[in-house]
C-alpha cells in the first residue's frame, strides 16, 4: 500500500509538474493579451518533435537547449504576423486563429513525421535506476523531469518577483491597461511572453517527450485537459494553475493505480440498467475524472480555486 | 399580394431547389453526397444559433449531434421491436427531442460562463461525453457502434426509406422545416435578446435579461437542431458510432460554420455545403487534404471574418450601387496573381509531402492526372518555387489595390479604385 501511495504520488507530482510547465504560459498569455492560446499544447507536441528530430542528428543535450529555443521563436513568429493581425477581430476571433493553427501544426507533424509514434528515447546518460523502494526502480530520468520541472519553477518565480520585465508582467496580470497607460511597449512585451510562454511549453515537450509518448495526438490529449487546469484553478491566477495542475495530476495518477469497480465493493449483480457501470474499475474511468473535476468546481465555486476574474 | 409573394419567393426557390436537385444530379455519388450535405446544413445552423447569433463558441457541439443520434437509433430499434408501428420520419424529431434534453443537461453547466471560458467548458463537456462512450458500451455500443435497419419501421405513405433517393427527400424535407425554424428563431424577440448578449452583455444584463439563461436557451435550440440533424445522419447510414460526438465532428461544424460566414443567415447554409462537398473530393485527390482545410480555415480567420457569405454581401451592396465595375479592374489583377501562387503553394505542400513519404516507404512520384513529377528531382522544386514565390510577390505588389478598392466600395467613395 505504501508502495503505491508513495510512487503515485511520485509520478503524480511529476505529470502535475509537466501540466504547470503549459499552464504557467497558458495563463500569462490569457492574463496579459486576453488571447486564449488553444495551439499551447501543440506547441508542446512542436517541441517533443523538435527534440527529437534534434537529438537524432545531435544528441540528446543540444535539443533540449535548442527545441524550446526553436519553438519559443515561432511562438514570437505567429504572435507578431499572425495574433496581432486578427486582434482587432475580437478575443473569439483570436481563439478561431489559434484552433486553426493547433489543426494545422497536427497536419504538419503527420506528414513530417507520421501518424506513427516517434522514437524518442531516454539518453544513455540518464538510462539509470535512480532509487529502489519496495523492490520497485524508479527510473533516473523521471527524476530529472521532475527536477527541470522544479528548477523551472524557481526560475519562473525568480523572474517574476525580481526582475522589472516581471514587474510589468505582473502589474499587466490584473492592470494591463494601466501598464500601457504606463509606455512600456506593450506589443513588444506581448510577443515577448508570447514567445517565453511558447519556448516553456516547448521545454515541457523536450524533456516529457522520451518519458512520455511523442505522437501527433499527444497536443490533443493533453490540450482539454490543459483548460481544465486552467479553470479549476481560476483564470489568469498563476498559484491556482499551481494548485489545480497538482491536483489533476495527482488525482489522475492516483485513479489509474486504483483496480476497483462497483461490483467489487457491492457484489458481482448489477442492478438493472447499470451493467456498465458496475463494471467499469476506477482506472477506466481516470480519462474523465478532469472533466468531472471541472464540472464539480463550474458548480460550486464558478471563479475557479483562486479566480477572481469572471472572463 | 406583391408583398406576399416577395416574402414567400425565397422559400419557394428553396423548396423548389431541394425537390428538383436530384433530377438534375442524377448519380448515386450525387445522391449520397447531397443528402449528406443536407444534414450538415442543418447541423451547421444549428452551430450558427450559439456562434453567429449568440456570439458562443463552442467546441463540442457535436455531442449533441452524436447523441441525437444514439437517442434516434435506440428509439428505432426498441420501437420495431416493440412493433409500436411508428413512421420513420417521427424518430427525426425523437433524436432531436434526445439532443435538446442533453442540451438542457449540459447547458446547466456550461453555460453558467460565457466568452472564452464557454468555450473551454463545451471542449472539456465534450471530452467528457466522448471519453463516456468507451465506459458505457451497452448505450454506445463501443467501437462497433448501434447498427439499425432504417426500412424496419414498414412502410409510410407508401414510402419504404429503403433507396437513397427516398432518404434524401426525407432529409430535405427537414432540412426545408429547420432552415424555416432557424430564420424564424432570428425574427423573434428571443433571437433578437440573444444579438442583444452578443454585442452588449452587459447591457443586456442592465436591461433585465440573464446572460446564462439566454446561453441555456441557445444552447437548447442549438441542441435540438443538432439532435435532429445527428438522427438525420444515423438513418442515412444506418449506424449511429462514438465517432458522430467526437472532437472531429466538433470542428467540422465549426469549419463549415465559420468558413461560410456566422454574420449571416445563409453563411452556415454555403459552408456546409462547400465544406462537405470539398471533403469527399479532397480526400480522393490528396492524403493531406486536412492540411488545406487548416489552411484555409486560418486564411479565412485572417483576411476574411465575415466567411464566404460576408464577401458575397459586400459585393451585393457594391452592386445595388452601382460600383461593382469598379472593383473588377483590381479583381482581373489579382486573380492571376492569386492563381499562380496557389498553385506554386500546393505544389510545394505536395512535394514536401511525397519526399517525406518516401522516408515511410512510399513512392516519391507526384502524379496529377497524366504528368509525374519526381519530389526527388530538382525541376519540379524549381518549378513550384518560382510559382509560388512570383505569385507571392505578384500578390503584395497587386493586394493594396484590392484593399482600396474594397475600401472605397465599402464606403462608397468617388476615387480611383485600380
Excluded at chain 1, 493581425?85 to 486563429?97: K, Q
Excluded at chain 2, 452601382?322 to 503553394?345: D, K, M, Q, T
Aim: charged share 10%; hydrophobic share 55%.
Amino acid at each position: 500500500m505504501s508502495q503505491l501511495v508513495i510512487f503515485s504520488l511520485l509520478n503524480g507530482v511529476l505529470y502535475g509538474m509537466l501540466l504547470f510547465m503549459l499552464a504557467s504560459g497558458l495563463t500569462l498569455i490569457f492574463s496579459m493579451m486576453g488571447v486564449l492560446n488553444f495551439a499551447h499544447a501543440s506547441f508542446y507536441m512542436l517541441g517533443a518533435y523538435f527534440g527529437f528530430e534534434i537529438s537524432r542528428r545531435l544528441g540528446f543535450w543540444p535539443g533540449v537547449v535548442i527545441a524550446p529555443l526553436l519553438v519559443g521563436a515561432v511562438g514570437a513568429v505567429v504572435e507578431r504576423y499572425g495574433l496581432r493581425r486578427v486582434h482587432r477581430y475580437g478575443h473569439v476571433s483570436e481563439l478561431l486563429f489559434t484552433f486553426g493553427l493547433a489543426f494545422v501544426i497536427e497536419q504538419l507533424i503527420e506528414m513530417f513525421w507520421g501518424k506513427t509514434p516517434a522514437d524518442y528515447r531516454v539518453p544513455q546518460s540518464l538510462d539509470f535506476v535512480a532509487f529502489r523502494m519496495f523492490g520497485t526502480d524508479y527510473p533516473a530520468y523521471k527524476m530529472f523531469v521532475l527536477l527541470t520541472a522544479a528548477g523551472m519553477f524557481v526560475f519562473l518565480i525568480a523572474i517574476l518577483r525580481r526582475t522589472r520585465v516581471g514587474l510589468i508582467i505582473r502589474a499587466a496580470l490584473t492592470h494591463p491597461n494601466m501598464v500601457a497607460m504606463l509606455g512600456h511597449n506593450v506589443p513588444r512585451v506581448f510577443m515577448l511572453v508570447f514567445g517565453v510562454g511558447c519556448a516553456l511549453a516547448g521545454l515541457a515537450g523536450a524533456i516529457a517527450g522520451p518519458a512520455l509518448v511523442t505522437q501527433p495526438s499527444m497536443a490533443a490529449d493533453l490540450g482539454p485537459i490543459l483548460f481544465v487546469v486552467v479553470i479549476v484553478g481560476g483564470m489568469g491566477s498563476l498559484a491556482g494553475a499551481f494548485i489545480a495542475s497538482l491536483l489533476v495530476g495527482i488525482i489522475q495518477t492516483f485513479a489509474v493505480a486504483i483496480n476497483l469497480s462497483l461490483s467489487q465493493v457491492f457484489g458481482s449483480t448489477a442492478p438493472p440498467l447499470l451493467g456498465d457501470l458496475w463494471a467499469v474499475t476506477v482506472a477506466q474511468l481516470a480519462p474523465i475524472i478532469p472533466y468531472v473535476l471541472l464540472i464539480l468546481v463550474l458548480i460550486f465555486r464558478p471563479t475557479g480555486l483562486m479566480g477572481t476574474r469572471e472572463s | 399580394m406583391n408583398r406576399i409573394l416577395r416574402f414567400l419567393a425565397p422559400w419557394l426557390a428553396t423548396a423548389a431547389a431541394l425537390a428538383a436537385a436530384p433530377l438534375v444530379f442524377r448519380s448515386n455519388f450525387a445522391l449520397t453526397t447531397m443528402s449528406l450535405i443536407g444534414i450538415n446544413v442543418i447541423f451547421a445552423l444549428s452551430f450558427n444559433i450559439l456562434l453567429g447569433q449568440t456570439g458562443l463558441l463552442s467546441f463540442g457541439h457535436a455531442v449533441y449531434y452524436g447523441l441525437g443520434a444514439f437517442v434516434a437509433i435506440h428509439a428505432l430499434n426498441a420501437a420495431v421491436d416493440a412493433n409500436l408501428g411508428l413512421p420513420l420520419p417521427l424518430f427525426v424529431l425523437v433524436g432531436g427531442l434526445g439532443g435538446l434534453f442533453f442540451g438542457y443537461l449540459f447547458g446547466v453547466v456550461v453555460c453558467r460562463r460565457g466568452g472564452l471560458v464557454f468555450s473551454m467548458i463545451t471542449l472539456g463537456v465534450g471530452e467528457l461525453v466522448s471519453s463516456c462512450s468507451f465506459i458505457l458500451r451497452s448505450f454506445f455500443g463501443g467501437e462497433e457502434g448501434i447498427v439499425t435497419n432504417r426500412t424496419g419501421p414498414g412502410p409510410f405513405l407508401g414510402y419504404t426509406f429503403g433507396p437513397q433517393m427516398q432518404v434524401y427527400y426525407l432529409t430535405a424535407a427537414w432540412c426545408f422545416l429547420a432552415i424555416v425554424a432557424t430564420y424564424a428563431l432570428t425574427r423573434t424577440p428571443l433571437g433578437r435578446v440573444w444579438n442583444a448578449a452578443r454585442e452588449n452583455p452587459e447591457r443586456a444584463e442592465f436591461l433585465g435579461y440573464k446572460p446564462e439563461t439566454l446561453r441555456l436557451y441557445a444552447c437548447c435550440f442549438a441542441a435540438l437542431f443538432a439532435g435532429i440533424a445527428g438522427a438525420l445522419s444515423a438513418i442515412n447510414f444506418e449506424i449511429a458510432t462514438s465517432e458522430l460526438l467526437g472532437s472531429q465532428e466538433s470542428t467540422l461544424v465549426l469549419l463549415m460554420a465559420y468558413v461560410g460566414g456566422t454574420g449571416h443567415f445563409v453563411g452556415p447554409i454555403l459552408g456546409a455545403a462547400l465544406v462537405t462537398y470539398m471533403q469527399i473530393r479532397l480526400s480522393d485527390l490528396t492524403d493531406i487534404w486536412q492540411l488545406y482545410f487548416g489552411v484555409a480555415f486560418i486564411g479565412v480567420v485572417l483576411l476574411a471574418p465575415g466567411g464566404i457569405a460576408g464577401w458575397v454581401a459586400m459585393h451585393v451592396q457594391a452592386w445595388r450601387r452601382g460600383e461593382l465595375a469598379r472593383l473588377l479592374p483590381s479583381y482581373a489583377l489579382a486573380a492571376p496573381a492569386i492563381a499562380i501562387a496557389a498553385v506554386g503553394a500546393v505544389l510545394v505542400i505536395e512535394l514536401t509531402h511525397r519526399l517525406f513519404a518516401h522516408a515511410m516507404g512510399q513512392s516519391t512520384l507526384l502524379r496529377i492526372g497524366p504528368l509525374a513529377l519526381d519530389a526527388q528531382s530538382a525541376g519540379p522544386w524549381a518549378l513550384a518555387g518560382v510559382l509560388a514565390l512570383g505569385g507571392g510577390f505578384a500578390l503584395r505588389w497587386v493586394w493594396p489595390r484590392v484593399r482600396q478598392a474594397w475600401g472605397a466600395a465599402a464606403s462608397g467613395r468617388k476615387g480611383s479604385a485600380a
